[in-house]
T-cell receptor, first 111, second 114 residues
Framework: GENVEQHPSTLSVQEGDSAVIKCTYS??????FPWYKQELGKRPQLIID?????GEKKDQRIAVTLNKTAKHFSLHITETQPEDSAVYFC??????????FGTGTKLQVIP | DAGVIQSPRHEVTEMGQEVTLRCKPI?????LFWYRQTMMRGLELLIY????????DSGMPEDRFSAKMPNASFSTLKIQPSEPRDSAVYFC????????????FGNGTRLTVT
């Protein structure tokens, strides 16, 4: 089955700096890669996603890149703000079916 | 759209008791997933259904866990008997079956087994 690895597990940045979270996956059949943000005590919510036929996608301060050859994808947050502090999960979906999550990255933005 | 609805929000029970968690997916969603979240293991997929049929239950930890989806609008996750190590937040999520659609999570059930 699919295995998703995520790094780093924790990340502290100064407000205004950029944050990068990296994930790798194992199943070459994976073709959809969503990213979720989970605030303390709340449910995970989708923030951005990318499909396998796209190399990069951007939405305001958030961007995701995908390298299918290397089987890795990354989340980039620019101009970080305190409200970006949360746990971020990457995920991979082989054949648009089962969704396997990475282990999460706890991001702390220091004002 | 009310979103994915889970009940109860919190459950505290004693070891050995039966626990039933409930989920109502978003209307029209073909897939339903049950996840367990702990600090140590993150978000673990327990089981998922497609059109009410269990597709993959390889994540169900042991025979004490069972899940059903009797119709398109209701699913249950049962633990019998419960153990302290089952303490976690259990999320239900649903999505459509069309291409790359995202998961929509419920608010979760926080289970504490003493």
């Amino acid at each position: 089955g699919e295995n998703v690895e995520q790094h780093p597990s924790t990340l502290s940045v100064q407000e205004g700096d950029s944050a990068v979270i990296k994930c790798t996956y194992s199943d070459s059949a994976s073709n959809y890669f969503p990213w979720y943000k989970q605030e303390l005590g709340k449910r995970p919510q989708l923030i951005i996603d990318i499909r396998s036929n796209v190399g990069e996608k951007k939405d305001q301060r958030i961007a995701v890149t995908l390298n299918k050859t290397a089987k890795h994808f990354s989340l980039h947050i620019t101009e970080t703000q305190p409200e970006d502090s949360a746990v971020y999960f990457c995920a991979a979906t082989p054949g648009y079916q089962k969704v396997t999550f990475g282990t999460g990255t706890k991001l702390q933005v220091i004002p | 759209d009310a979103g994915v609805i889970q009940s109860p929000r919190h459950e505290v029970t004693e070891m050995g008791q039966e626990v039933t968690l409930r989920c109502k997916p978003i209307s029209g969603h073909d897939y339903l997933f049950w996840y367990r979240q702990t600090m140590m293991r993150g978000l673990e997929l327990l089981i998922y259904f497609n059109n009410n049929v269990p597709i993959d239950d390889s994540g169900m930890p042991e025979d004490r866990f069972s899940a059903k989806m009797p119709n398109a609008s209701f699913s249950t996750l049962k633990i019998q008997p419960s153990e302290p190590r089952d303490s976690a937040v259990y999320f239900c999520a649903s999505r459509t079956g069309t291409g790359s659609s995202p998961l929509h999570f419920g608010n979760g059930t926080r289970l504490t087994v003493t």
